[in-house]
């Protein structure tokens, strides 16, 4: 990349040395039961996470209920990310709705001393290249944080628009949430050198192994926000080329645990936040229009969790 300042720089070279020595970490949101926030809860939480070593750590993101917080809320969790991470590791806030909005979100990462920013899909409408790439200039125009757009539901971005994108100074990489390879193989050949890219999948460790073969062996790690143990377990089977090993977390427990979270929509989170309290989380309910799964399905996910975390020598608690 060309044409960048050496703060962003910086910030592009911890991210590129965080994706390649671990998982990219989206914590979780902590609640307590009348819905508020609780960030008692949520920093004691965030400090088991960052000790266990991932690459990034991404607050409120998608796993994180970002969807469902306020300017107010945002600002505490950032800023609380921020305190607990200490330098230790890059933090990239989430940002999105139309770019006005995810302006002000963007500032208010920034204020709370962010390192960069995640630029979540823009809020029900399709649009073509011209304005994906106009929403991501505006963004841009206004923050001096580094961002990384997310491609996911309506956002798909074509080798043409990867290259607009990628001559924005501040634009430094692409977390894909489609899972198609082919386009995704024209986007990594398109961009420039030094552009990042990771798996965005939903529980990326299912694709992990093709999307290695295009070029992007980085990503994010939900389960990492419930059994970093399991997490770290399939990040290293896969770093050393144990494919065994990662054959048998796929089929015992990353395929059992998918095949549970497509039961109910929005248990992409639901079952992440319920896996982390069966470990002790003070995490707390999500927030509607989410739910929390009911009886049955908590009963098989804890059977999941408890093979799971035999595969990898250790009970479910402590973490």
């Not at 969790?77 to 200490?86: G, H, I, K, L, N």
């Not at 995640?118 to 809020?123: F, S, T």
């Not at 050949?189 to 999307?211: D, H, V």
């Not at 015992?252 to 039961?263: G, I, K, S, T």
Request: proline share 6%; glycine share 10%; net charge negative.
């Amino acid at each position: 990349m060309t044409g960048i300042s050496a703060e962003v720089a910086g910030v592009v070279q911890r991210l590129r040395e965080g994706m390649v020595s671990g998982v990219l970490s989206f914590p979780l949101t902590s609640f307590g039961d009348d819905g508020g926030l609780d960030l008692d809860a949520y920093r004691a939480y965030l400090a088991d996470q960052l000790a266990v070593t991932p690459g990034a750590v991404f607050p409120a993101c998608g796993t994180g209920e970002f969807f469902s917080l306020d300017e107010d809320e945002y600002r505490a969790v950032v800023r609380t990310t921020v305190e607990v991470a200490d330098g230790r590791l890059p933090v990239v806030a989430g940002i999105g709705y139309g770019w006005a909005q995810a302006l002000r979100f963007a500032r208010i990462a920034e204020e709370a001393g962010a390192d960069a920013a995640l630029v979540l899909p823009h809020y029900l409408v399709a649009a073509p290249q011209d304005g994906l790439v106009e929403q991501l200039r505006r963004i841009a125009a206004g923050t001096r944080l580094p961002l990384i757009a997310y491609q996911r539901g309506q956002v798909a971005f074509t080798a043409d628009g990867l290259r607009r994108i990628a001559r924005i100074p501040t634009v430094v990489g692409l977390k894909d949430g489609h899972s198609d390879l082919d386009r995704l193989q024209r986007l990594t050949l398109a961009a420039p050198e030094g552009f990042l890219f990771f798996n965005g999948a939903s529980t990326a460790e299912i694709q992990a192994r093709a999307y290695a073969t295009v070029g992007v062996p980085a990503y994010s790690s939900a389960v990492h926000a419930f059994a970093p143990e399991i997490a770290n377990a399939f990040f290293a089977a896969l770093r050393d080329g144990d494919d065994a090993g990662v054959t048998t977390l796929l089929r015992e427990f990353y395929v059992p645990l998918v095949e549970l979270r497509d039961r109910v929509p929005g248990y992409a989170v639901s079952l992440v936040k319920a896996a982390a309290r069966l470990r002790g989380r003070a995490v707390g309910p999500v927030r509607a229009p989410l739910t929390d799964p009911g009886p049955t399905d908590l009963a098989d996910l804890e059977k999941v969790l408890d093979h799971g975390l035999s595969l990898v020598g250790v009970g479910r608690r402590p973490v």
